[in-house]
């Protein structure tokens, strides 16, 4: 039987063949929405996603559901914690779009600075206005500073360099391989800076980080991008600070954002003056959509031929393992199953399990991550048999 592939979200065509011609059944619906996928999924082993909400009902109300794959960076579409529950696989592409990302936020600079966007209204609407838009401030030599310098944050800083702008970095962990200064406190970054560009993950150490003392901090008239997740700022704070420090914001994100593709959008960024937002397009590039195609196509490859998960968010960082047991044995039928009988009979958890086996297929070597201790009387038992030829147990 054929395994089933759900695509609920835009995907090249090119990519939905490859996925046939490794003999998957593919349904692609790309107008599914949140309310849709429970019924859509209920039935098929691997859902991908772009913007696509996947909640709670889809993945309890599916049957045989064993991964959920993000076609892009970040997971907060999903409901990891259902997920985790049933023991479904969820996995992203890293990276991807990093470049598309960076590319756009690139572009919100530019447009904050010679007020593209309202240049082309104006236009638009026969009116002519040099004056008023000849007072652009220029981006050589400005400040930037980079909050959140991860794969989107890093083709930042290549691009800003190329501005010769002077960029600064501040991440949740150190920064590492990247040529910028990092500062510990927001309060010594942020007063530094004529831009300030927003690359974070949604998790709740950023969940309104940009708040009222955030935006305190910032120089008036200063700039502020944000490309990654909305619920980074705090859209009332925001409104407050441009009121009374004249900030100027672009933005691919915002609170209340629609799901669907088309249709009537409501903001309270709306007809703000300093204020420019996209359709949240930061990835929505050809490049970037045959990149994020191309990692979902290995993902699943690797998925079905040979079980290994890419990119798998939801694996546990931190067990109960406390002990490690290896076992090298004969690779031969019926070995590990006596030596899971052995620890079983011990009430023993195993946390983790790996069987590698050696080239030529006559030993293998099973490494076990033990919940407890396997008593001295358990390691004999294991060892007395004639196809294991060594054990090792020691506290990790």
Known sequence: MKLKVLVADKFPDKYIQQMKDLDLEVIYNPKLGEKDLPEAAKDVDIVVVRSTIVNEEAINYSKKLNLIIRAGSGVNNINIAAANKKGIYVTNCPGMN??????????????????????????????????????????????????????????VAKRANAFEMN???????????????????????????????????????????????????????????NTSRHDVVVEDDLLEAIKEKNIRYACDVFKGEPEGKSGEVSSKLQNNPNIYVTHHIGASTEQAQDAVAEETINIIKKFVHSGVIEHWVNRAKITDAHYQLVVKHYDKPGVLASVLDVIRSGQINIEEIENIIFEGGIAACCTMKLQSAATADMLKQISENANVISVSHVEI
């Open 98 to 155: 990093a470049v598309a990302v960076a590319e756009l936020a690139i572009g919100l600079m530019i447009s904050l600075d010679r007020f593209i966007p309202d240049n082309v209204s104006d236009f638009n609407k026969g009116v002519w206005n040099k004056d008023k838009y000849s007072k652009g401030k220029g981006l050589k030599g400005k400040t930037l500073g980079l909050i959140g310098v991860g794969n989107i944050g890093k083709e």
């Open 167 to 225: 960029v600064y970095g501040k991440d949740i962990t150190r920064i590492e391989g990247v040529q910028i200064k990092d500062f510990s406190e927001m309060d010594q970054l942020l007063p530094l800076c004529d831009i300030v560009t927003i690359h974070l993950p949604a998790t709740p150490q950023t969940k309104g980080l940009f708040n009222k003392q955030m935006f305190s901090y910032m120089k008036d008239g200063a700039y502020l991008v």
